[in-house]
């Protein structure tokens, strides 16, 4: 049964316009939520969060909304660089618990320039 | 600072072979996981330790064994290894306890067996 679904594998945009993945999660439990971007041959790297009791987080380019009756949340990065083109993952986890990260199987975005 | 470091970054096995993968972290975290990437099924976690000393069993823990006896060393083996096995792995350590933070992830090693 899993968990964090990331239902695209895959998104292209045009350098300057808005990307948005998503990501849907079952669990109820959860009350922290993290992207992480990784590029081939590297490893994930930490790219933004958001605890389950706010429904926005921004850091820069990227914004996460968090939408807790719908069991949703959302990565927007604006504007979209070439740069950005990488695997994305949705993780979740349960405060308290054993820290476990659970992943989504990942969006490889791209952007075209 | 290194950050999390994993050793060997690739390796071919033979079916039946036993290896060991050494993840080492010096942030002092208290957690630390193993992961496997496979394609299309995203990360999945397969043993874990929340302290020195100390391990438990993920999602896909069949087939591998680990030991956590220096809180800065996570060690995966693998007793008998199977094509099935071939996959990247990841090592990541956390801070863990209450604090919400992310988990910082070494570069992976690519395992090949045949």
Known sequence: DQQVKQNSPSLSVQEGRISILNCDYTNSMFDYFLWYKKYPAEGPTFLISISSIKDKNEDGRFTVFLNKSAKHLSLHIVPSQPGDSAVYFCAAKRQGGSEKLVFGKGTKLTVNP | ?114
């Open chain 2, 1 to 114: 600072n290194a950050g999390v470091t994993q050793t060997p970054k690739f390796r071919v096995l033979k079916t039946g072979q036993s290896m060991t993968l050494l993840c080492a972290q010096d942030m002092n975290h208290e957690y630390m996981y193993w992961y496997r990437q496979d394609p299309g099924m995203g990360l999945r976690l397969i043993h874990y330790s929340v302290g020195e000393g100390t391990t438990a069993k993920g999602e896909v823990p069949d087939g591998y064994n680990v030991s956590r006896l220096k809180k800065q060393n996570f060690l995966l083996g693998l007793e008998s290894a199977a094509p099935s096995q071939t996959s990247v792995y990841f090592c990541a350590s956390s801070w863990g306890g209450l604090m919400n933070t992310e988990a910082f992830f070494g570069q992976g090693t690519r395992l090949t067996v045949v």
